[in-house]
């Protein structure tokens, strides 16, 4: 078989594991499979580089900063490489230019464009294991790109499309997806299978054990995906195409995320293309705007919410200042998170969101935005209470039995 592995930060956080992860793929090489492993820094090191750009400036240039944060990955490539070689097997390390990986221009959150295989797929003929430094590419001028944080995981799913790898692992700290994260719901449990579809909102809400982007690319390339621990044996999970067994499932999951603030605008004029204004300006400076929710429109005005990431909640601010005469009050809150809830069964089953209304109600936690989807009902609420309303929703859909 010819197998893509991918290992995160946690894996590779120092020599001795460096070394454990050496000795897996060895074992595997043992059996008879090719690999093409893809590796992430070492775990705090993209931190650490982005926090020594930001001694010098707060807005550093991201070309500058592409080329500062792919070497995190090149020295964990390079070390894993040497550890194998010490140990008597065949390798070689390759940047993201090396394995063939062409991103767009979109410097710190470049798209993969096109992937040339051929010095892979050389390698792998004369019997070596190659390593990949994860997350980074390169753009038609030869500059360096990164894939946004998280990248490694897309870094592996691109490279199994290209190369038809049979099957995709990604290692990380946990042995697969759970029904929450384990760290805060310790009675979490372990799925043996989830859709595509279910896992992408899952890391689309919040659950960073998948990138987003890695999940969506699975699906349209239909990579045979796994989700393991690299500390275990264990069988892991499988994300895969949705199967009818699944829908008997009403809830696969609840997912907590931190990372938001919500802005809301009061009495904002009610007229055509007041939305289209405010949102293409958060657009063009890079803002994601999450949740949106918008009143009917009462006596010309109407009101409007939506949620940003925390750190854009004060470029938000400076924004929305430019609509002051569009809008009577604005009302900015970092002190909120995400609450979500997520399952294909949903399709067919009517009264889930009901449920988590009522959960959160019987704790006393005041729901203040909610949106939903055809398999997630989403709710936004103070922050405080973000980690109860995951272990009594958890409960509520019985997902710890
Ligand atoms: P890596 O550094 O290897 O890429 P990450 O830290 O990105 O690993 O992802 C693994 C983490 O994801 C786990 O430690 C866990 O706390 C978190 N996590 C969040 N939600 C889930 C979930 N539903 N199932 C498993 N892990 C989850
Ligand atoms: N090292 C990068 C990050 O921390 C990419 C990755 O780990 O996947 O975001
Ligand atoms: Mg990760």
Known sequence: MLIVQKYGGT??????RIENVANRIAKARDGGDDLVVVVSAMSGETNKLIAFANHFTS????????MLLSSGERVTASLLSIALQSMGYESIAMSG?????????????????????????????????????GFQGINKDGSVTTLGRGGSDLSAVALAGALDADQCEIYSDVDGIYTTDPRIEPKAKKLDTISYDEMLEL???????????????????????FAK???????????????????????????LDKNQARVTLRGVSDRPGIAAEIFTLLAKENINVDMII????????????????????????????????????????????????????MKSHAGVAATAFT????????????????????????????????????EAYELDK
């Open 203 to 225: 890391s689309s809400l919040g659950a960073k054990v998948l990138q987003n982007r890695s999940v969506e690319l699975a699906k349209k390339l239909n990579v045979k995906l």
């Open 359 to 394: 959960v959160l109600a019987d704790n006393n936690i005041n729901i203040q935005m909610i949106s939903t989807s055809e398999i997630k009902v989403s709710m936004v609420i103070d922050e405080k209470y973000g980690e109860l309303a995951i272990r009594t929703l958890h």
């Open 11 to 16: 894996s590779v956080g120092d020599l001795d």
């Open 97 to 133: 230019r090396q394995a063939g990986i062409i991103t767009d221009d979109t410097h710190t959150y470049a798209r993969i464009e096109s992937i040339d295989p051929s010095a892979m797929q050389d390698a792998i003929k004369k019997g070596k294991i190659i390593i990949v430094a």
């Open 294 to 345: 918008q009143n009917m429109g009462t006596d010309g005005s109407t009101n409007l919410g939506f949620t940003v990431p925390q750190s854009e909640h004060e470029n938000a601010k400076v924004l929305m200042a430019s609509f002051d005469h569009d809008i009577e009050g604005m009302d900015f809150d970092n002190k909120v998170c995400k609450v979500s809830v997520v399952g294909v069964g």
């Open 59 to 66: 807005n550093p240039a991201k070309k500058e900063m592409d």
């Open 229 to 255: 621990s690299s500390f275990s044996d264990n069988e892991g999970t499988l994300i895969t195409k949705e199967s009818n067994n699944m829908e008997e499932v009403l809830v696969s999951g609840v997912v």
